[in-house]
T-cell receptor, first 114, second 116 residues
Framework: DAGITQSPRHKVTETGTPVTLRCHQT?????MYWYRQDPGHGLRLIHY???????DKGEVSDGYSVSRSKTEDFLLTLESATSSQTSVYFC?????????????FGDGTRLSIL | QQQVKQSPQSLIVQKGGISIINCAYE??????FPWYQQFPGKGPALLIA?????SEKKEGRFTISFNKSAKQFSLHIMDSQPGDSATYFC???????????????FGTGTRLTIIP
């Protein structure tokens, strides 16, 4: 299994609080991604990174920010959590562009916002 | 905006039977079509992938069939086994170009259950 660790694995918090999810990789892969998974929507890309300090938005980026100060860490922050952000969040990594190198996923963070 | 439509939402197949999951896409620029398998409590894992220059790709019991003119592709699982019970996602990606284009668009998933 690819060396991807997501933390925390589970979190319950209240509306309006800030939340940071961490993705740590030991593979030294260039690309990192954050997805959310919701019933009926599959996996939707939130943000991704193609290098240290290089990030871009995905299709559902509103309400989320990311940072990547080191190759191995990609942080996802919900500045002021809302109930609509209750979801399972997955981090993924890839060595190169998608069509040549597969994405490897972590085991997810289940986030509940009350 | 659903660019990759997947069906059915759930599927029950008897052990030994053929499981078929279908996907249709809208963006004609897509040129890479992977399938991912996800077990409960785990992240998705790449199962098999195809490019539009071939109409079929087979790996063991798993086969992707691709119809470029219809903009459809499907996953066939032959001799389905209880261990194949999982959620399957199709996905699509545009050609690699420059940085910023490395994105997968996923279907909504199919929960497959193989019964004895």
């Amino acid at each position: 299994d690819a060396g991807i660790t997501q933390s925390p694995r589970h979190k319950v918090t209240e509306t309006g609080t800030p939340v940071t999810l961490r993705c740590h990789q030991t593979e030294n892969h260039r690309y990192m991604y954050w997805y959310r998974q919701d019933p009926g929507h599959g996996l939707r890309l939130i943000h991704y990174s193609y290098g240290v300090k290089d990030t871009d938005k995905g299709e559902v980026s509103d309400g989320y920010s990311v940072s990547r100060s080191k190759t191995e860490d990609f942080l996802l922050t919900l500045e002021s959590a809302t109930s609509s952000q209750t979801s399972v969040y997955f981090c993924a990594i890839s060595e190169g562009v998608i069509s040549n190198q597969p994405q490897h996923f972590g085991d997810g963070t289940r986030l509940s916002i009350l | 905006q659903q660019q990759v439509k997947q069906s059915p939402q759930s599927l029950i197949v008897q052990k030994g039977g053929i499981s078929i999951i279908n996907c249709a896409y809208e963006n004609t620029a897509f040129d890479y079509f992977p399938w991912y398998q996800q077990f409960p409590g785990k992240g998705p894992a790449l199962l098999i992938a195809i490019r539009p220059d071939v109409s079929e790709k087979k790996e063991g019991r798993f086969t992707i069939s691709f119809n470029k003119s219809a903009k459809q592709f499907s996953l066939h699982i032959m001799d389905s086994q209880p261990g194949d019970s999982a959620t399957y996602f199709c996905a699509a990606s545009p050609p690699e170009r420059t940085f910023g284009n490395e994105k997968l668009t996923f279907g909504t998933g199919t929960r497959l259950t193989i019964i004895p």
